[in-house]
């Protein structure tokens, strides 16, 4: 199973927020660069990279930024937040991203999802599909819908969806633990798309438990910024 480090951006600088919660918000004093750097020595082929400005204020894409990551580092860069328009996805591919992960503009325009797979092909384009008790959590998470997930999630894969990414909303930021029940229901129905998930992970254990449930791709963020994940910890489950 692949991990991937979380980075949630706000001004330039790597903070966490509890459930999308801004009220919880925390900054720490990591460099965003040489953060992914000591990621890349140790192994990580990938980063989420949320732009909480764009995804929750509505301000200016930070594509300075992801394109600076872009260039410092050999990390594949998944990039989030506030893309609504097809010039905005576009600018983040120039601007470095590897995919992008789209989770309002499927609700609000299901034909302009479905042009963004076919303009820039299944493999660069994620679902994002986060929930509160079923339904979907858009605009930031500062709006819910009464959007069924499996019912989402299996309309796009008949249009040639691949790429699905899994939030429990109540879990992100909460070191709670994952919720597997969920996920086994989703690996149970979408058994041919690729699943990355996130929320919840307390520690290596945590991302042992969803390897066994066949999930193929793992997002971490708190559980590392908190201390109950380090360095010597991901470079020795890369490499067993």
Same mark, same amino acid.
């Given at each position: ?67 600076? @990551? ?12 506030? @893309? ?19 989770g309002t503009l499927p609700v609000y325009d299901k034909h302009k999802f479905i042009n963004c797979l076919m303009t820039w ?40 969806? @691949? ?49 066994? @449930? ?27």
């Open positions: 199973m692949n991990i991937i480090v979380s980075i949630y951006i706000k001004n330039n600088k790597i903070v966490r927020v509890k459930s999308g919660d801004f009220r919880t918000l925390k900054r720490y004093d990591d460099s965003p660069i040489d953060l992914l750097k000591k990621f890349e020595d140790v192994g990580v082929k990938e980063v989420y990279f949320v732009d909480l400005g764009s995804a929750k204020f509505l301000e200016k894409n930070n594509f300075i930024l992801l394109e600076i @990551l872009s260039q410092f580092s050999k990390l594949k860069i998944n990039y989030s937040g506030g @893309l609504r328009t097809m010039a905005q996805i576009g600018s983040a591919f120039v601007a470095g991203a590897s995919k992008v992960t789209l092909g299944n493999k660069k384009i994620v679902l994002a599909a986060d929930t509160i008790n079923g339904c979907l959590k858009i605009n930031g998470w500062k709006q819910k819908t009464k959007i069924n997930i499996f019912d989402h999630i299996a309309y796009f894969q008949s249009k040639g969806l @691949l790429n699905i990414k899994v939030t429990d909303v109540t879990r992100d930021g909460s070191l709670k633990g994952p919720p597997i029940r969920m996920y086994k229901k989703i690996i149970k129905k979408f058994p041919n798309l690729n699943l990355t998930v996130g929320g919840g992970i307390r520690n290596l254990n945590d991302i042992y438990k969803l390897k066994e @449930l066949g999930i193929q791709n793992a997002i971490f963020g708190k559980a590392f910024y908190e201390g109950n994940i380090s360095f010597d910890d991901v470079k020795n489950y890369i490499k067993n």
